[in-house]
């Protein structure tokens, strides 16, 4: 194994550029749900028509369920991944709008199908665009992911480990008029195999460990790097859970 300093260093050195993982590839295993997100997705998409895909990074999930219906649109929040998304969708025709989840930018009844693959995701604002019999497809990242690296770095967790889980989403969905077709939550082990894996990870979501910085945290991850030289990897858990939904068809007004 490359010493602590050289793992460290590549991590910093590797680009986070859009919503791209694949320099984690060999250096991480695990972290995949028994359900599989893309499959699900491609089984909704012959019967869609207009399709909204949220939160859609750098498009390089949306992209890959190619062919796409002629009417799909992409939207993100966070600004520097619009232009990555735009550069990777425009072969396929696939517009990218700039926009938060707390309001999304179309008008209401839009949408047949709307994805969310770990995206932040408002109830109200997705029942507003799905049209009567429209459908949902998100897979959430929940509350409880990834605690044991803040753990094993002496951080304190992002946020209340049950404010966001499986039960809270369903809860607000069906509050909002949606039924549910399908829910299910797992804890999904995920195994980092070297210390630049872990830099790389917290890096790339930096709401895991809000104040992350190499200096900040060397004395815990050296420790942490011994563990994993030790033991030959650290396991982290990934909280994952994945909702069907539709909205029923609108009720009309009373004359």
Known sequence: ????????????????????????????????????????????????????????????VLASLSPLPRATVAMEAWRPNIAIARERLRPLRVPVLGGSAEHIPVREATFDLVLNRHGALNAAEVARVLVPHGRLLTQQVGSRNGLDLNVALGAPPPTDPESWTLAVAVDRLRHCGLHVLDAREEMVEYVFHDIGAVVFQLRAVPWQVRDFDRDRYDRSLRALHERICSEGAFTARDHRFLIEAELPSRLLPSS
């Open 1 to 60: 194994m490359l010493s602590y300093d050289v793992l460290v260093e590549q991590a910093i050195q590797a680009s986070v550029r859009g919503w791209d993982f694949s320099w984690l590839r060999g250096r991480v295993s695990g972290g995949d749900p028994s359900w599989a997100y893309t499959e699900r997705a491609l089984s909704l998409l012959p019967t869609a028509q207009r399709v909204l895909d949220l939160d859609t990074g750098g498009g390089e």
